[in-house]
């Protein structure tokens, strides 16, 4: 294990959770890195609605991996979303992530999600995460289960048995993306790994999760489609001559010293 995969491992402490942020593209990714954040997560969303391709259904593999290439002077740690891994064989998606990390990625997000609204088989997911923690041995896998976004039967049950599996196959943390705030206690009890939880606007903050011990807060797509919205907004603002300013926007300037300070 390198000094920059105990660092990663290292701001996932239970009780005091990292907030990852989640970029898109160069630009995202270095605006977060200057306002201090140590470690930053790409969003599939993001780096598949970039790419003119949807999300979550595995055609964004050379995307993801350009997305890291390029991202690879900056000076933060990055883990990857990688859907499912682009491949339905474990020996496969632990080639693919090897790329990854020779490229200096410090971890991944494998999910367990298919393009079908069903989940993939328990023993497949952890076979993929097995093949991982092998082929990269330091890199932190932090295992997602869509089982509350996909509307499973009893996704309480399933996510608990989805844990203990992945959890036996190697994975460094758990992520449960939709998962009610009235479960997070339950699941940081029983997990028996980090928990990661998806920011919720309005929902609890990173001090009440904290004192849930959720050692990981993503805003996972959050930040693209908010992005997006301001620039819809501040267009329809300009249509119809209401544009007062409203918040500043990064000066040209701005945007062309981050570019000029994390070239690619």
Not at 114 to 132: E, Y
Not at 152 to 166: D, G, H, I, M, N
Not at 168 to 194: H, K, M, N, R, S
């Amino acid at each position: 294990m390198t000094d920059r995969h105990a660092a990663f491992r290292a701001l996932h402490r239970p009780g005091r959770p990292l907030l990852l942020p989640n970029a898109w593209d160069h630009a995202s990714a270095a605006a977060l890195a200057a306002r201090g954040h140590a470690a930053i997560g790409t969003t599939s969303l993001g780096v598949a609605a970039a790419a003119g391709r949807p999300d979550g259904v595995g055609a964004t593999r050379a995307e993801t991996l350009d997305l890291a290439w390029r991202l690879r002077h900056l000076p933060v740690l990055l883990t990857v979303d990688v859907e499912d891994g682009f491949d339905q064989e474990p020996a496969a998606v632990a080639r693919y992530v090897g790329e990854l990390a020779a490229l200096g990625v410090v971890g991944v997000n494998l999910e367990d999600g298919r393009p079908d609204g069903t989940l993939s088989p328990a023993p497949l997911v952890a076979a993929k995460i097995a093949a991982v923690r092998a082929a990269v041995p330091g890199l932190f896998v932090n295992a997602r289960t869509d089982a509350w976004w996909l509307d499973v039967p009893a996704p309480l049950a399933e996510a608990r048995r989805r844990a203990a599996a992945y959890r036996a196959a190697g994975a460094d943390g758990f992520f449960v993306p939709g998962a009610p705030d009235d479960t997070i206690g339950t699941l940081v009890a029983e997990a028996g790994l980090p928990l990661n939880v998806l920011h919720r606007p309005g929902g609890p903050d990173l001090d009440h999760l904290g004192r849930l011990g959720v050692a990981r807060v993503s805003t996972g797509s959050l930040l693209f489609r908010a992005a997006l919205g301001a620039a819809l907004s501040r267009v329809d603002a300009v249509a119809a001559g209401a544009d007062t300013g409203g918040s500043t926007p990064p000066g040209y300037a701005e945007v062309q010293e981050l570019s000029r300070r994390f070239a690619t």
